[in-house]
């Protein structure tokens, strides 16, 4: 007959003599396919933990700005930026770039503009990209509160199939998470 394995495994103790017990976790099963809804899960998390959204509409908004500015200068002028479309390309490309193969403004407005739009895009542009990761991985983490919460819940639900011991580590847990809070909200001054 086979053995049954137990539903629980044992956390590393918070403190000596501690005993935690967390519902052990499925093995998961080696994945081939990009798992989609967990990146619209990780991209609907960083758009609402980070400012993602505000940085790249001022990015999109300076990039307007300056095309259009480049535009403004250029026109009539470069046989390149002919229209607001070839300045935006141009713009873009100066923006990831800095310094883009096909030939840029002609125009001394044009090119102090084109080379502001170099320099200030291209590290706006790689600084979103750094400011986000740093403010999402550098964020408190809650993780480890959660999963204990969760797993309070868990064994809650479970009371009756518990053992004494089992309930004792239960009461201790859930004592501790209500007077970490308690002391937390003590700790804030009042509004």
């Known amino acids: ?23 052990k ?14 990146m619209v899960i990780f991209l609907k998390d960083i758009s609402a933990r980070t400012p993602l959204v505000p940085l790249l509409l001022s990015l999109v908004g300076l990039w307007l700005l300056f095309s259009l500015g480049l535009y403004l200068a250029e026109g009539g002028v470069s ?9 935006l390309w141009w713009s873009f490309g100066a923006m990831h770039t ?7 403004p002609i125009t001394p407005a044009g090119m102090v503009i084109g080379g ?10 790689f600084g979103v990209i750094i400011a986000i990761f740093y403010a999402y991985f ?7 509160s959660r999963e204990l919460i969760t797993a309070i819940q868990y ?5 009756e199939d518990l053992s004494a011991s089992e ?9 501790r998470v209500i007077d970490a809070q308690i002391s937390k909200l003590k700790g804030k001054p009042s509004g």
């Not at 976790?25 to 967990?38: D, E, G, Q, T």
């Not at 550098?138 to 480890?144: E, K, L, T």
């Not at 064994?155 to 009371?159: C, I």
């Open 1 to 23: 007959m086979k053995e049954e394995e137990e539903p629980f495994e044992r956390v590393r103790p918070l403190r000596p003599g501690d005993v935690i017990l967390r519902r």
């Open 98 to 104: 800095m310094g883009v193969n096909n030939p840029g």
């Open 167 to 175: 309930l004792e580590a239960l009461r201790d847990a859930t004592t």
């Open 79 to 87: 046989e390149q930026i002919t229209s607001y479309g070839n300045a």
């Open 25 to 38: 976790r499925p093995r998961r099963k080696l994945r081939v396919l990009p798992n989609i809804p967990a």
């Open 116 to 125: 502001i739009w170099g320099i200030i895009g291209t590290v706006i542009f």
């Open 155 to 159: 064994n809650l639900g479970e009371l």
């Open 138 to 144: 550098m964020r408190p983490r809650q993780r480890p």
